[in-house]
């Protein structure tokens, strides 16, 4: 059975910062590359960032760019996604995902994702 648990997600004012960590479990995780992506109620699900199977290549949404920082470590089957800077308008559900390629061809494609998580909660107040 193959899951995807994230955690990290929480309050946070302003200029704080947050750590999401995104674990797979029940596949060979250096066989995808990962994504989170994020979604509020009334919106598309919004392409945030990946990684490729190596970790060697990272895409990121022009909204994001230099505040978050997307990683990934093979031996603990693990995705990280550390956010610097937040502001209210990164309120949001961030999921992980696993995309069905190794590379970033398609990343921002949320169609291309096979394995999603739960979703974490990330609040960040004014």
């Known amino acids: 059975q193959v899951q995807l648990v994230e955690s990290g997600g929480g309050l946070v004012q302003a200029g704080g910062s947050l750590r999401l960590s995104c674990k797979l479990s029940?596949?060979?995780?250096?066989?995808?590359?990962m994504g989170w992506f994020r979604h509020t109620p009334g919106t598309a699900r919004e392409f945030v960032a990946a990684?490729?199977?190596?970790?060697?290549?990272?895409g990121y949404a022009d909204s994001v760019k230099s505040r978050f920082t997307i990683s990934r470590d093979n031996a603990k089957n693990t995705v990280y996604l550390q956010m610097n800077n937040l502001k209210p308008e990164d309120t949001a559900v961030y999921y992980c995902?696993?995309?069905?390629?190794?590379?970033?061809?398609?990343?921002?494609?949320?169609?291309?994702?096979?394995?999603w998580g739960q979703g974490t909660q990330v609040t960040v107040s004014s």
């Open positions: 995902a696993a995309d069905r390629r190794s590379d970033l061809l398609y990343a921002s494609d949320w169609s291309v994702y096979i394995y």
């Open positions: 990684i490729n199977w190596s970790g060697g290549s990272a």
């Open positions: 029940g596949r060979t995780f250096s066989s995808y590359a």
